[in-house]
């Protein structure tokens, strides 16, 4: 079983937005399971501390390493699954890495708070930083309920039709073509007359090549690697392409 454990100073916050729709049906069926863990457990001290003041002076608060590596050595289990940390410093989230941690036994995701957590613990419990995007959030609560939502959605069972989960932006590199439903016309704006032509091969062909407008107007950096990606796979295996003239 694909299984999420979170390590946060705030567990009343799952499974929140993940019990319900898809992934809250999937969760109740047993197609995954969620396991939120208080930091506070592995302190030591009556008052159940979890931080102190930053080494070298600055404002708020850091986690305390000792403490953290408590409640993740605490929560592993066979076998060894990723170690997360969401942060606005790690590598930002995308879907190929979404697929990887779906396809594996579920990951271990430690919630930061205050100012962050203490570099020794990331280093010694070798904690992935990872990033939604370039914001600050009050906690990486929010962060690891869009992180697993991202997960589950692509599990065996949770999606009615195994394309819903291929056949959408950055599956492909590229941004979703644009979608349509009935009515036919809608204040004064139809439905492109190819989508109700039933030429399935027109279809496909002006969705691709809704797709790649899209990524090359609004993500010129998408579109930027997936045309040296295209590149690299066009030229034959041990051959090198000569780019010099004369």
């Given at each position: ?34 396991e939120a863990r208080d ?99 009050s906690g990486g609560e ?105």
């Open positions: 079983m694909w299984r999420a454990t979170v390590l946060t100073l705030f567990p009343e916050m799952f499974p929140g937005p993940l019990g319900i729709s898809l992934a809250g049906k999937a969760l109740a069926s047993g197609v995954w399971a969620l930091i506070r457990d592995a302190a030591t001290d009556k008052h159940r501390s979890v931080d102190d003041t930053p080494a070298g002076g600055g404002p708020g608060m850091v986690l305390r390493a000792d403490v953290l590596a408590a409640a993740i050595d605490a929560a592993r289990s066979a076998p060894e699954r990723p170690r997360l940390l969401m942060s606005p410093r790690g590598t930002p989230l995308t879907q190929k890495k979404v697929m990887e941690l779906a396809s594996g036994p579920g990951p271990l995701i430690v919630c930061g708070r205050f100012e962050g957590i203490d570099q020794r613990v990331i280093e010694a419990r070798g904690l992935e930083e990872i990033s939604l995007g370039d914001y600050v959030l929010i962060a690891a309920l869009a992180l697993i939502d991202a997960c589950v959605r692509l599990l065996p069972g949770v999606m009615g039709k195994l394309s819903s989960g291929t056949d959408e932006s950055f599956s492909d590199g590229l941004l979703e073509y644009p979608q349509y439903t009935r009515p036919q016309e809608f204040e004064g704006r139809t439905i492109p007359d190819v989508l109700v032509s039933g030429d399935h091969a027109k279809v496909e062909a002006w969705r691709r090549a809704q797709a790649e407008a899209l990524t090359r107007t609004r993500r010129p950096d998408l579109w930027a690697t997936k045309t040296v990606q295209t590149a690299t796979q066009n030229i034959a295996p041990g051959v090198r392409k000569d780019t010099t003239k004369g």
